[in-house]
Each structure stands twice: as structure tokens, then as C-alpha cells.
């Protein structure tokens, strides 16, 4: 195990004491041997026995003065130039009695504002640069937004790479939004989208164009789709509109079943005896019309399925089916995309996937107490969403939950949940339910995560689910990263790493959930820097720490006793 600068003094101070024991050791020796007279003896032993502890208790207050006002620091100023170095950290450098070290304080501090004005040079020059393609590219993702289709841009796992706005308002739901990096099929049904798929795999032909209908739930859904032409190496991608039809198809539906009745009802007028009819066709304002030619055809179209079989399912959808209201008055027109996961490479172990090729859940709960084996439960469960390094603000899971019981105005001072706005919220297996659905197989994220996980194991055996994902505990990360002599709060965190937490979302779900999935990014990327890319080397180094002996357990998702 790789022994720290403190560990370092530590043993450089022990190694100086056990020497001077030594060596006093071997003068009593040398003088005990010379000397004859037996209180003469006693005497010498007793002074070294007194020099010896005075000699510890010296070495031990240098060791003290040593290590707090030399080690202490350059740790702290060594994670402080790693936190300003891999995660974009750009406050001054305060480390505390950093002033004993003379001019390397100041060395340290010229060098990191060196690197920030050489970032922000870059920053400029980057900016120039590519103000012309942002513009455009804010234009063109306009463009896209406005597109009265959903879009849809799919890897050949059938995975989303990217939607619009339309798109996430017609697939989504409040608790189950359109996410990149999900499957398709958590909002569709598979099985035309695969058919027609595979038929353009089939035919490969790159302008191909195949037509489709799907079901989303109670909708169906119209879709074309086409294979993706730059596609970054996955040959399978492919680019998908989808429009809702759902209400055309129930007036076709209604149509026919007129239509239907219509011949109902005349067949057994035509050739009855003394009808207005009985020469075989019918006679109404002037026209005729041939009934047996009328016959033939409507026979054709039922031996086609004419009349529809969905026209009394879809009289009953369209009773009860109330349509969305238009994306642009309920969400802004956005489109929401990362064409690197074309090419991302999909690990089956996750020991061995990069830590920026999973996908996290950062989440925080508000809860009535903090004793959930005596009944506390859940007022609040909000989480955020990282892909591929990136968090994505608009993949939000954000409910109140109804614990069943009173909130303790104590609980309520902290958390400001009161039981006016849980009373109409979903109750704790509902929204646990719903939460493991939007976590699906990510890796979750949380600050003092024994705690959070706690409130939801408690509920999988009543749902028939597990929380088997792997976890993560910024605070055990915070430790690695800094050392135990630090302050390792939420606060303290966001305070170290620069980030802003504003004052009415601190202590809300969604609020500190958004806090921690940035402090986790800043240290993701200081881990980065060290040489920590993947995910098992995280759990590895995890292990190497004493300190953290139960929280590797967390880390590997399995539960801690």
C-alpha cells in the first residue's frame, strides 16, 4: 500500500525515536558493565528510564508540530492543485497554516493562477473560434425542435442517442422521462420497431425508408424509420420519426363500423318480394346503384379485414384517452443528444467499464427522521442523471412522497416538507416502484449513501424488486481524494470544489441530488488525473484504505449487515 507524506513523517519520526532509544539503550548498557556498585545502578537506569520517556515525549511534540503545520499542508495543497487541475476548481488557494511552508504557499499559488489564466486564454480562443458552428449548430437544434414528429436517433442496441422535445413528450411520463443511453423499449413495444429493423439491416440499402405502427402504452404510434448514415461505426443506427395516431385510427375505426352496419342493414332488403329493390339494385333520387357489383366489393375489403378488429378498442381508447397537451406549452423546445454513445463501447462487467462510460442515478431523500428501523419513511426522492461524463439537467426523477404518517415539525424546519404537500403524493411502495424504473441498471450515487439505500431496501421484498446496483458514497470518495483530516459535508464539499448551492435548494431532494451529481463529476475527474479510470480500479483502491473497509461493500452493491 502506497504510504502518504503524512504516514511518510509519521514513520521518519518513530525511526528517530526508536534510535534514540537504541543508543541510549546501549550507553546505560556500556556504563552498567564498568560500574560495580549496585546503587550506582539503580541510579543510572532510573535517569535513563526518565531521559527515555522525556526523549519520546519530545520527539512526539516535534512530530505533532511537524505534521500539523508541514504535512497537513502540503496534503492539502497537493489535493487542493489536483482539485484545480482535473476539475476545473478556480478559487484561491486557502489551506490552512499554510504559511509555515514559506514560499511554497506562494509557489503553489502562482502556479495554479498561471493555469487558470492560461485555461481562460484557451477558453477565449476556443470561444472565438467556434462561435460560428455554435451558432449554427443553436440554429439547426431550433430546426429540430420545431419538427412536429418526435425524433429519435437509436444505436443498433436500440439505445437513444438522441430525441427532441416532441419526443419527450409524447414517450414520456412524469416519472419515467425519455433518457439518452435507455432503451427504446422502455417506451414502446419491440416488436414492429425489431421487425422493421431487421428488414432494413436486410436490405441494406442506405436510403431505405420503412413505415410502421407501434404501441406506446394506449397510443399507436405511426413511424418511419431509416438506418443512420454517419453512424460513427455502429453499423445498426438508426434515425426514427413517430407521430401519434392514435385518434385517426379510432375515427377509421368508427368508419368502418358504420359502413359496416350500413350493409347490415340492407342486405336483407335487397331481392325481398315487392321491394322498390327486388330487380337487384336500388333507386334513390335519380341514381342506381349496382347491388351485386357493391356486394362483390364489400366482400373483397372483408376478406382484406375491413371492417378494422381495433374498432371497438379504439372507441373505448378515444372515450377515455385524453391527448397530451403540445410539447411547445409544456416543455421548452429542446433537443437533447450525445453522438459519442454511437461509438461507446458497452462492458458486460462493470469492474471493467471506464468510470465515463457508465451511466449514474446521483440521488438524496428527505425522510420524517433518521431511524427508518423505527418507522421513519420517506417525504421526498429526487435524482438526476449522468451519460458519458455529462450531467443532463432535464433527466430528472422529483416526487413528494406520502409517508402515511405525520412529518415532525423538526424534520419539517430542515427539509421545509409539510403534510399539506405529501397528502395527494404517491405513497412509499409507489414511489419506490417508480424510482427503480427510472434507475433501471445505472450505477447510483448519493452522499452518506447507507443512509438513503436503507429507506429503500426496506421496501423490495413487499415489491418483488432489489436495489442490486452498484453504489457509490461521495463522502468515502471525499476521504480518498483529501484525507481524514478534512471536512467531508456536503457543504464543506461544494465549498472545496467551487460549486454553488443555492440557499432554497439546499436540504431539498432535488436540490442536493443536483449538488452531489457535481460534486461526484469534480471528483470523478480528480480520480481521473491519478490514473483511476475504471471502475474496478476505483473499488480497488477503495479497498487499500482501511478507513473505508465497510464502504467497499457499498461500492460493489451488496448490502452492509
Known sequence: MRVGIRGRVLIFFVALAAGSMAILALGIGFGYHREKVATVHNAVTQAAIAIGFGLSALICWAWFLFDRYFARPIKGITAAMHARTHADVTNDLLIMDAEHLGELSVAASTAIATLNRARSDLAETIARETSRLLADRSKLEQMLSDVPPAVLLCTGRHHVAFYNSVAQQLLGTRYTPVCLDRSLFDYLGDHEIRHAHKRLLERDTPDAVLEFVCVSGARRLAGRMRLAGDNDGDAGAYVMTLRDVTEEVAAFARRDALLRDVFTALRPMI?????????????????????????????????????????????????????????????????????????????????????????????????????????????????????????????????????????????????????????????VLHAVERFHKFVGNCVLVAHNAPFDMAFLHRREKALGIQFDNPVLDTGIISVMTFGQHESHTLDALASRLAISIPAMQRHTALGDAVATAEVFLKLKGILMGRGITRFGDLVAHMRQNRTLSDGHRIVEGVRKP
Open 271 to 427: 331481392g325481398t318480394p315487392g321491394s322498390p329493390a327486388g330487380d337487384g339494385s336500388l333507386r334513390e333520387t335519380g341514381a342506381i346503384w349496382n347491388w351485386e357489383e357493391l356486394e362483390h366489393r364489400y366482400q373483397a375489403c372483408e376478406a382484406d379485414g375491413w371492417p378494422t378488429t381495433l374498432a371497438g378498442a379504439l372507441n373505448s381508447v378515444a372515450q377515455t384517452f385524453e391527448p397530451f397537451p403540445s410539447p411547445a406549452a409544456t416543455l421548452p423546445r429542446t433537443v437533447v443528444y450525445d453522438f459519442d454513445l454511437l461509438s461507446r463501447v458497452s462492458r458486460d462487467v462493470v469492474a471493467d467499464a471506464e468510470l465515463d462510460d457508465l451511466n449514474y442515478v446521483v440521488f438524496d431523500t428527505e425522510t420524517t427522521g433518521l431511524l427508518p428501523e423505527r418507522g421513519d419513511e420517506l417525504v421526498q426522492i429526487a435524482a438526476v442523471r449522468i451519460v458519458n461524463g455529462k450531467l443532463m439537467p432535464g433527466e430528472v426523477f422529483d416526487t413528494f412522497v406520502n409517508p402515511g404518517r405525520p412529518i415532525p415539525p423538526a424534520s419539517t424546519a430542515i427539509h421545509r416538507v409539510t403534510d399539506a404537500m405529501v397528502a395527494e403524493a404517491p405513497d
